[in-house]
């Protein structure tokens, strides 16, 4: 039986991107490029159509190496949360505290540290630590499940639950075989999520695995959801030549059972799940052999079904904001467009319902023309989705890139454009974004660092409404009261070269300008490419960025003060060790003590005066 359209409720955003051919312009904005053919989902209305589709999508792609598009790590290793009070908790009841900067406030996201003002807790070399902040002393200390890596062990924080979600992916080597020798196997990855109770001494009260690549979670009242994705496991076998080892690889494929394909999440208690073949669709433009899938667990009612949904695609970055989720994926491979044709990148479309507590359910699809940078290229805005994408240079032209403001409304099951804004930075790429209500400020960058001032009030009919010009960029930007924008980011000289951290602090009510300035030479901040790493206190104005000096040496905490329309330095945090590898991450607020954290550390000071310190070692 063929596949067909399934077309249940309200929304998931689920972005891929695709290459497709240039088409018309539509109506005229400056610069216009062409808008990106229509995209939609198709469902599985059989296992036995879904098991061939995906041997026919991963057969096409194998070749005497086995499949060569292996994953990439994430390019930006985004994973954070911002946490309130739970509904459990009564108003005043902890001391007033920061919470992890994240992009919505209905949508929290995993970090590094969590705390709900009464305990913080963390995680290092394997051990999950609460740290009591009146005491300043840790409180409990819990030796998570042997097997995994906790290095980069990301936490979401609900009531009495924690969520400790862990990534391991094997590297692939750079060489590949010769032909004829063993084919690569597939990445060796792993996905670990394992739930806390903290009601007491910490235990440990279910643990769920897969053969998955986590990419990221978002997290609304006490349900969680996760994406992973991953590619088939089929181990290919070798052959004696490029021509056999292709043909060998691909009979491997076509003998290869569905759940090969389809990933087992495995619950420590022994039951096993798998994603429903009538809750997995593709893009209707091409079909994929990788596999992205949403998972949804309630984290008050520990791990159990996490009701998977799955699209044969693959994805990089999730933004999501209570309501809808998103996910950017990497472009298919070009075969599926015929040779010779003006190949132009394109960003598919795909939204789901994720505002209940259940599977998310698909509603519409759509295309815009290029590629985002992160998940703050995206938001939602009384019903229309905003994208800013960038161009990437056309070979086959000479065109350089230029960046695009889109809004789009959604119209049955599709989207339609209804507004764009083109000729952004021609020639330059995008470096920050951040939409702030009804007006986008969009940063891009090649020798000096143009902040442009987007006007969305009419969104049929987007506007430029400004443009400043400084050395450098903004490769964050954070809104702030009374009209003004922090941006963190580089400083840079007359030809373009970065010379060192900058950050700005930019009156935007009007004609856009600078008006205070912090410049710390020959260093970087890790809030350049993890807003999670950035803090801002704006009861008193403090703000912490972790900055790492050049030489390698460790990274120490700059704590600023953004008042009346100026910066100023107030001093620094560091924490014992010289290695670049124990430097400050991360940093909280806890009524009137400001904390920072490494791996090898907690360090709690006045949050006033940077004195006071107690050094609470994790050791």
Request: charged share 20%; net charge positive; glycine share 10%.
């Given at each position: 039986?063929?596949?067909?359209?399934?077309?249940?409720?309200?929304?998931?955003?689920?972005?891929?991107?695709?290459?497709?051919c240039?088409?018309?312009?539509?109506?005229?904005?400056r610069d216009?490029?062409?808008?990106?053919?229509?995209?939609?989902?198709?469902?599985?209305?059989?296992?036995?159509?879904?098991?061939?589709?995906l041997?026919?999508?991963?057969?096409d792609?194998?070749?005497?190496?086995?499949?060569?598009?292996?994953?990439?790590?994430?390019?930006?290793?985004?994973?954070?949360?911002?946490?309130?009070?739970?509904?459990?908790?009564?108003?005043?009841?902890?001391?007033?505290?920061?919470?992890?900067?994240?992009?919505?406030?209905?949508?929290?996201?995993?970090?590094?540290?969590?705390t709900?003002?009464?305990?913080?807790?963390?995680?290092a070399?394997?051990?999950?630590?609460?740290?009591?902040?009146?005491?300043?002393?840790v409180?409990?200390?819990?030796?998570?499940?042997?097997?995994?890596?906790?290095?980069?062990?990301?936490?979401?924080?609900?009531?009495?639950?924690?969520?400790?979600l862990?990534?391991?992916?094997?590297?692939?080597?750079?060489?590949?075989?010769?032909?004829?020798?063993?084919?690569?196997?597939?990445p060796?990855?792993?996905?670990?999520?394992?739930?806390?109770?903290?009601?007491?001494?910490?235990?440990?009260?279910g643990?769920?695995?897969?053969?998955?690549d986590?990419?990221?979670?978002?997290?609304?009242?006490?349900?969680?959801?996760?994406?992973?994705?991953s590619?088939?496991?089929?181990?290919?076998?070798?052959?004696?030549?490029?021509?056999?080892?292709?043909?060998?690889?691909?009979?491997?494929?076509?003998?290869?059972?569905?759940?090969?394909?389809?990933?087992?999440?495995?619950?420590?208690?022994?039951?096993?799940?798998?994603?429903?073949?009538?809750?997995?669709?593709?893009?209707?433009?091409?079909?994929?052999?990788?596999?992205?899938?949403?998972?949804?667990?309630d984290?008050?009612?520990?791990?159990?079904?996490?009701?998977?949904?799955?699209?044969?695609?693959?994805?990089?970055?999730?933004?999501?904001?209570?309501?809808?989720?998103?996910?950017?994926?990497?472009p298919?491979?070009?075969?599926?467009?015929?040779?010779?044709?003006?190949?132009?990148?394109?960003?598919?479309?795909?939204?789901?319902?994720?505002?209940?507590?259940?599977?998310?359910?698909?509603?519409?699809?759509?295309?815009?023309?290029?590629?985002?940078?992160?998940?703050?290229?995206?938001?939602?805005?009384?019903?229309?989705?905003?994208?800013?994408?960038?161009?990437?240079?056309?070979?086959?032209?000479?065109?350089?890139?230029?960046?695009?403001?889109?809004?789009?409304?959604?119209r049955?099951t599709?989207?339609?454009?209804?507004?764009?804004?083109?000729?952004?930075?021609?020639?330059?790429?995008?470096?920050?974004?951040r939409?702030?209500?009804?007006?986008?400020y969009?940063v891009?960058?090649?020798?000096?660092?143009?902040?442009?001032?987007?006007?969305?009030?009419?969104?049929?009919?987007?506007?430029?409404?400004?443009?400043?010009?400084?050395?450098?960029?903004?490769?964050?930007?954070?809104?702030?009261?009374?009209?003004?924008?922090?941006?963190?980011?580089?400083?840079?000289?007359?030809?373009?070269?970065?010379?060192?951290?900058?950050?700005?602090?930019?009156?935007?009510?009007?004609?856009?300008?600078?008006?205070?300035?912090?410049?710390?030479?020959?260093?970087?901040?890790?809030?350049?490419?993890?807003?999670?790493?950035?803090?801002?206190?704006?009861?008193?104005?403090?703000?912490?960025?972790?900055?790492?000096?050049?030489?390698a040496?460790?990274?120490?905490?700059?704590?600023?003060?953004?008042?009346?329309?100026?910066?100023?330095?107030?001093?620094?945090?560091?924490?014992?060790?010289?290695?670049?590898?124990t430097?400050?991450?991360?940093?909280?607020?806890?009524?009137?003590?400001?904390?920072?954290?490494?791996?090898?550390?907690?360090?709690?000071?006045?949050?006033s005066?940077?004195?006071?310190?107690?050094?609470?070692?994790?050791?």
């Open positions: 039986m063929r596949g067909h359209v399934r077309v249940p409720a309200a929304a998931i955003l689920l972005l891929t991107g695709i290459a497709g240039s088409g018309s312009s539509g109506d005229g904005t216009r490029p062409s808008q990106a053919p229509p995209v939609r989902l198709v469902a599985y209305d059989t296992c036995d159509r879904l098991h061939e589709e041997q026919r999508a991963t057969a792609k194998v070749g005497p190496y086995g499949l060569d598009n292996t994953p990439a790590l994430p390019a930006d290793g985004t994973w954070a949360l911002r946490k309130g009070p739970s509904a459990a908790e009564a108003p005043g009841a902890v001391p007033d505290h920061s919470t992890t900067n994240s992009h919505e406030p209905g949508a929290d996201e995993p970090d590094q540290v969590k709900d003002g009464s305990r913080i807790v963390t995680v070399d394997g051990r999950l630590r609460v740290i009591d902040p009146a005491t300043h002393k409180a409990h200390t819990l030796q998570l499940p042997s097997g995994t890596r906790y290095d980069d062990a990301q936490l979401l924080l609900s009531g009495d639950r924690v969520l400790v862990t990534r391991q992916a094997q590297v692939i080597p750079f060489d590949r075989p010769a032909p004829g020798r063993q084919p690569l196997p597939p060796d990855q792993t996905t670990r999520l394992t739930l806390v109770d903290l009601s007491g001494a910490p235990k440990v009260v643990s769920m695995t897969s053969g998955t986590y990419l990221d979670a978002r997290q609304t009242g006490s349900t969680v959801r996760v994406v992973v994705r590619q088939p496991r089929i181990r290919f076998p070798s052959g004696n030549g490029p021509k056999k080892a292709t043909a060998a690889n691909r009979n491997a494929v076509w003998k290869a059972p569905l759940d090969a394909w389809l990933p087992a999440f495995q619950l420590d208690g022994g039951q096993t799940y798998r994603t429903p073949c009538d809750q997995v669709s593709r893009p209707s433009s091409y079909a994929g052999a990788s596999m992205l899938t949403v998972l949804t667990l984290l008050s009612k520990g791990l159990g079904d996490p009701q998977p949904i799955a699209v044969t695609a693959d994805g990089s970055t999730v933004y999501g904001n209570g309501k809808s989720l998103y996910v950017t994926g990497t298919p491979q070009l075969f599926t467009w015929p040779r010779g044709k003006n190949v132009e990148p394109h960003t598919d479309v795909y939204k789901f319902d994720v505002s209940g507590s259940g599977r998310p359910r698909y509603v519409a699809s759509g295309s815009v023309k290029g590629f985002l940078l992160n998940q703050y290229s995206m938001s939602e805005q009384d019903g229309n989705l905003r994208i800013a994408t960038t161009t990437s240079q056309n070979g086959q032209d000479g065109r350089s890139s230029q960046s695009s403001v889109y809004v789009l409304a959604q049955g599709g989207f339609t454009q209804v507004g764009r804004i083109d000729g952004l930075g021609k020639g330059e790429r995008i470096h920050s974004v939409f702030i209500g009804t007006t986008a969009v891009t960058f090649k020798q000096t660092d143009p902040l442009y001032v987007v006007d969305l009030k009419d969104p049929r009919h987007p506007r430029v409404t400004g443009e400043l010009k400084i050395n450098g960029y903004s490769a964050y930007l954070h809104p702030m009261a009374d009209g003004k924008l922090l941006g963190v980011g580089q400083d840079a000289d007359a030809g373009g070269s970065t010379t060192g951290l900058q950050v700005s602090l930019f009156d935007v009510s009007g004609t856009p300008r600078r008006i205070s300035v912090h410049k710390l030479p020959r260093t970087t901040s890790q809030a350049e490419f993890d807003p999670h790493a950035f803090l801002y206190w704006p009861k008193t104005g403090l703000t912490v960025v972790p900055v790492m000096p050049r030489d040496r460790a990274a120490e905490a700059l704590a600023l003060k953004v008042t009346d329309g100026r910066i100023t330095e107030t001093g620094t945090v560091r924490h014992p060790g010289k290695d670049y590898r430097g400050v991450t991360r940093s909280l607020v806890v009524g009137d003590t400001l904390w920072t954290f490494s791996p090898d550390g907690a360090r709690a000071v006045d949050a005066t940077l004195k006071g310190a107690r050094w609470l070692p994790f050791g």
